[in-house]
């Protein structure tokens, strides 16, 4: 469930990245902070999201918003980037 701390948590996490317009972002969990840190980074235009996690429902739910998602139990998540 999204509120006002993990919406504020997440946003805040890419705004005190540096992160640059054009840029590819990775989040590393998809609970809601990093639901929202992946959505901002959207907003903010990054040229590619990632989300890395374990649990299907967070993965599918990174993808419903154009995220590329990776359950990193069954594929290795830096090589996938790399590929990419």
Request: glycine share 10%; proline share 0%.
């Amino acid at each position: 469930m999204l509120t006002s701390r993990s919406r504020a948590t997440g946003c805040g996490g890419v705004t005190s990245s540096g992160f640059q317009i054009g840029e590819s972002v990775a989040v590393f969990g998809g609970s809601a902070v990093g639901q929202m840190a992946a959505y901002c980074a959207i907003l903010r235009d990054a040229s590619r999201v990632y989300a890395i996690d374990r649990y299907q429902k967070r993965l599918h739910l990174a993808k419903s918003i154009s995220v590329i998602a990776t359950n990193f139990t069954t594929t290795d998540s830096v090589q996938q980037r790399m590929a990419l």
